[in-house]
């Protein structure tokens, strides 16, 4: 279903020509990146997988821009030089110099000054690569310290220089209810009138005495854990706590980058599971995919049962992801940059399903969802938060205390820039 798409987007980038690559929520942008990811990396090409925050970075088995570009901790060119880290290192200049492709994901949460500063990393090292820039500009927006405005990526001198072409994905995977979709839609562009309003109202419903079918989606992180933790505490069985075991391939690994890490990756570092628990997959495998809803039949040492909505029971070991970088090595007398991993951590790919971070949720297809309109703060968060839903007939909104339309806002200029690349 993809590949058009695909075959479409390897001969624009085998042609050099750089690619912004978009769409809303559900779309596939993320299975299509990891597709790109394996063809190239399969014909022995170098792909930096980079995102701004470690988040976005794990997703796709990355790192980020800053630790990438040796950024440091500067917002911008001019804080680069006031910390002395305006010339490249040559060691960074080689690394990024040997990229074939550098793959950018998130590019909403790239700021302007964020996407100068890779534009002068690229001259400096006389990148001679391709670039590919994924995301949704009517999603998470860059994060500013302060109340300061938010400059986005496309209003940079920088990407106008890039030339991007776009390739927009439009078929919703997530959802086959087209009039949900169509209000998804209207959403995302914040255009909630008489008829978005009247359906979202529909969507109000209550909810019975057991939570535990549920997933909560909450703004704050803090009620999520809250909202598990007690839930938890309702289920009777014996509390089993699966410990995360890490493996050092460098021993220079500090505790504090596993730990960062282990939040970033999603992962538990003591996951506490009861028999009877439900639970969400929070990867995708042959018989799973992530968001998934399963409930815990039985529980071993090291092996989690869970038993998923058509009967299935799934025999879940630990699985493991790797934090890695990029190191030279002499390989048949020649140097090369080969991808190495730092540290690799091995916990089962779940969670506790009564209640998830509507952040945490990104790229999650959940089936049965309460949305806590109450804790929605930031543009397009209401959008990223609907659209994590498979079907309206599974999914509840709590009583907002404000109007619809007031929760479904976008930022100005993110609205007109996407408004118009739809219209090219």
């Not at 391709?130 to 995301?135: D, I, K, M, N, R």
């Not at 009564?354 to 990104?362: E, G, L, N, P």
Request: glycine content about 6%; some cysteine; aromatic content about 10%.
């Amino acid at each position: 279903m993809m590949m058009p798409f695909f075959e479409r987007t390897c001969a624009l980038l085998d042609a050099k020509q750089h690619l912004f690559l978009t769409g809303g929520a559900g779309t596939g942008k993320t299975t299509l990146t990891r597709q790109l990811i394996e063809h190239y990396s399969a014909e022995g090409k170098k792909v930096a997988k980079l995102a701004s925050t470690g988040m976005a970075a794990t997703l796709i088995g990355g790192q980020t821009l800053h630790s990438f570009l040796d950024l440091g901790i500067a917002d911008s060119i001019e804080e680069l030089e006031l910390k002395g880290k305006l010339e490249i290192k040559k060691k960074v200049k080689k690394l990024i110099a040997s990229m074939d492709l550098i793959i950018i994901d998130e590019i909403s949460m790239v700021s302007a000054p964020l996407f100068e500063m890779i534009r002068l990393r690229l001259l400096q090292s006389d990148f001679q690569g391709v670039l590919l820039v994924v995301g949704d500009f009517l999603q998470l927006p860059p994060v500013v310290r302060g109340y300061g405005e938010i400059h986005f990526a496309f209003e940079s001198e920088a990407w106008k220089r890039y030339d991007f072409k776009t390739i927009t994905l439009s078929v919703n995977h997530r959802s086959d209810d087209l009039a949900f979709v169509k209000v998804l839609e209207k959403v995302r562009f914040a255009q909630v009138e008489d008829a978005e309003h009247y359906y979202l109202h529909q969507l109000i419903k209550p909810v019975g005495e057991d939570l535990s079918q549920y997933t909560y989606l909450y703004g704050k992180n803090i009620s999520a854990s809250r909202h598990n933790q007690q839930q938890l505490a309702y289920i009777e069985s014996e509390e089993i706590a699966y410990e995360v075991e890490v493996t050092k391939h460098d021993k220079e690994t500090t505790e504090k980058e596993i730990e960062r890490f282990l939040s970033d990756a999603r992962i538990e570092p003591t996951l506490r599971l009861k028999v009877g628990a439900p639970v969400l997959f929070t990867r995708n495998a042959w018989n799973y995919f992530n968001g998934e809803r399963g409930r815990i039949v039985r529980l071993t040492e090291g092996l989690v049962y869970v038993e998923k909505a058509d009967g299935q029971v799934v025999k879940l070991e630990r699985s493991t992801m790797a934090k890695t970088h990029w190191k030279e090595r002499v390989l048949e007398g020649e140097h090369e940059m080969v991808e190495e991993a730092r540290f690799s951590v091995h916990q089962f790919p779940i969670v506790l399903a009564f209640a998830i971070t509507i952040h945490k949720s990104q790229g999650m297809s959940i089936e049965d969802l309460i949305i806590e309109t109450t804790e929605i703060f930031a543009p397009s968060q209401f959008y990223v938060a609907l659209s994590r839903a498979t079907s309206p007939h599974r999914l509840i909104l709590k009583q907002p205390t404000t109007n619809w339309c007031n929760l479904a806002f976008v930022n100005p200029k993110a609205l007109q820039f996407v408004e118009q690349q739809c219209k090219e």
